[in-house]
């Protein structure tokens, strides 16, 4: 099998730096034809946007396949004794008033664990999720956003690419992934001969950005992953790309570094996932692109499985 790419997907293969297979100048001469045919073997398999390749071809198992592209804290109120100075008695109360027990103070419901907010959020419909997210305080991000970022794409797309947290393009914009790291996200899609416009849905794990873009913290985590269970549960995509730290962490619930979470197929619920790396780190990292790639080829023959 020679060339499985078009002209199209080589061009934006170009554009995020990463060589076409066959072409590659970092491999060993040997290992560059294995890999050709390996990855030819996978794209063919996972052409969606073309879907050319013949329906009884079966396709490489995924781990296989792999192996050859890539050789609240609690906020209720406790009574803290007060120490006594020096000399005096702890209690100058008379003796029977001193052994009534205190009055338990009923716990206050915060907004990470209010059971009413969490119902309204699990009850809502697309719309009422909006504009709950739009009017929320939950956390004090709410007081520093500009805009709250519900998220960006097609409701009705198969695909849902996970993100972190808006940064300031994001938050100015009210949009997700529209700055630096949104149009190398794009140029990820259409290597994948996906668009947002049509295939693809794209949320924040945190929907208000984080001052000075610092990482989310547990509790913000905490009171706003309940939006995108939401989200999930209403767009039922086909599959889910985790970008990042953070958005795998969340999604699964574990606390794996990202490096252990990539090159495997994760289940959110029943939904297959699949965890890469963020746009915002790959500008920082560009050689990450090429394990980046291989993550987005392993979700496209996953989600072509998926269609069976
Ligand atoms: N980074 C993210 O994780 N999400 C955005 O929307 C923008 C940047």
């Known amino acids: 099998m020679s060339t499985i790419f078009n002209a199209e997907q080589r061009r934006f293969l170009k554009l995020l730096g990463l060589s076409i297979p066959g072409e590659s100048p970092l491999l060993p001469q040997g290992a560059v034809k294995e890999k050709a045919g390996a990855v030819a073997h996978a794209a063919a398999s996972a052409n969606i946007a073309a879907s050319t390749a ?21 906020q209720e109120k406790t009574r803290t004794p007060q120490s006594a100075p020096a000399g005096e008695q702890v209690s100058s109360l008379p003796p029977a008033e001193a052994e009534v027990p205190p009055i338990p103070e009923p716990p206050v419901p915060t907004p990470l664990a209010d059971p009413h907010r969490l119902a309204q959020i699990a009850a809502s419909d697309w719309r009422d999720l909006q504009i709950m997210v739009n009017n929320c305080r939950a956390c004090a991000l709410g007081e520093t956003r500009q805009h709250a970022v519900f998220g960006a794409g097609n409701p009705r797309g198969s695909w849902l690419f996970v993100g972190e947290a808006p940064g300031a393009e994001e938050d100015r914009r009210g949009e997700a992934f529209v700055g630096r790291g ?7 899609l259409k290597a994948m001969g996906l668009t947002r416009q049509q295939d693809v849905y794209i ?19 905490q009171s706003c992953l309940p939006y995108l269970q939401r989200q999930i549960a209403l767009l039922q995509p086909r599959i889910i790309v985790a970008l990042g730290r953070f958005a795998a962490q969340s999604l699964l619930q574990v606390t794996t570094p990202i490096g252990q979470l990539r090159g495997q197929t994760h289940h959110y619920q029943q939904i297959p996932l699949i965890v890469t790396y963020h746009p915002a780190y790959l500008l920082r990292s560009p050689l990450e692109k090429r394990k980046t790639w291989e993550d987005l080829q392993s979700a496209m023959l996953l989600f072509q499985q998926c269609q069976f």
């Open 203 to 221: 949320a924040n794990v945190l929907k208000c950005r984080p001052p000075n873009n610092r990482d989310p913290l547990g509790p913000e985590v």
């Open 54 to 74: 013949p329906s009884d071809a079966a396709p490489a198992p995924f781990d296989a396949l792999r192996a050859a592209v890539r050789q609240a804290p609690s």
């Open 182 to 188: 949104g149009q190398l996200l794009d140029n990820m």
